[in-house]
Every structure is written in structure tokens, then in C-alpha cells.
């Protein structure tokens, strides 16, 4: 089992920054890869991006792109999300996620078998 803790959303104005961390515990051998998706009401879970624990791929969702930085800190069992240049459309609840299978769809929720409880980020006008 793996258990996800997500920290450091909140309220930000439109241009600003916040930095999301996800902190692992458990089987964190086991992970493949981490993470972030988010759920804005009424829509379905997006992709935002994720990197693997090996290597450090990382790759982004192309709402993201340029915005948003993905990052990790294995001795610390711990992902960040650093996100610039915020916008109103980015408000929603993120999401950590951890993949210990290796070979599933690094875009789509389903490739992940562990979730954090989320955390609120909101972008005000």
C-alpha cells in the first residue's frame, strides 16, 4: 500500500504562483511513477503531469505547458508542482497520484492505482 498526502494549495490571483507538494509513505519502492491531475466541477479528471522515479521523465498536459513544473525529491518520497502564470481556467482540485505498475497509460487516471485526498487551488480574477 501507498499513501499519498498532498499540501499547498490554496487561493491565488490571476498571474500568480504556488508550489503543490505530495508526500509519499508506505511501499514507495513500489512506485513507478507519480503524478497531478485535477478536477474542476463538472469535468472529467485532466491530466497535468507526471515524472518517473527512476529517471525523471516528466511530461505535461498541454494546458500546462511552459506554466507548470513537475518535480522530485526521492530521498523525501516527495513530488512537487511548482505553477507559475496561473490562470482562472487552472482552479480546481489537484490531485497526487502514484503508478506501481510501469506499464499503463502515464495520461489517463486510470494508469494509477494510488490517490491523495486532493487539495483546492483556486485563481481569482
Known amino acids: 500500500q501507498v499513501q499519498l498526502v498532498e499540501s499547498g494549495g490554496g487561493l491565488v490571483q490571476t498571474g500568480g504562483s504556488l508550489r503543490l507538494s505530495c508526500a509519499a509513505s508506505g511501499r514507495t519502492f513500489s512506485i513507478w511513477r507519480m503524478g497531478w491531475f485535477r478536477q474542476a466541477p463538472g469535468k472529467e479528471r485532466e491530466f497535468v503531469a507526471t515524472?518517473?522515479?527512476?529517471?525523471?521523465?516528466?511530461y505535461y498536459g498541454d494546458s500546462v505547458k511552459g506554466r507548470f513544473t513537475i518535480s522530485r525529491d526521492n530521498p523525501k518520497n516527495t513530488v512537487y508542482l511548482q505553477m507559475n502564470s496561473l490562470k482562472p481556467e487552472d482552479t480546481a482540485v489537484y490531485y497526487c497520484?502514484?503508478?506501481?505498475?510501469?506499464?499503463?497509460?502515464?495520461?489517463?487516471?486510470?494508469?494509477?492505482?494510488?490517490w491523495g485526498q486532493g487539495t483546492q487551488v483556486t485563481v481569482s480574477l
Open positions: 515524472i518517473t522515479q527512476s529517471a525523471g521523465s516528466s
Open positions: 497520484a502514484a503508478d506501481t505498475r510501469s506499464n499503463s497509460d502515464r495520461y489517463s487516471p486510470k494508469g494509477y492505482d494510488y
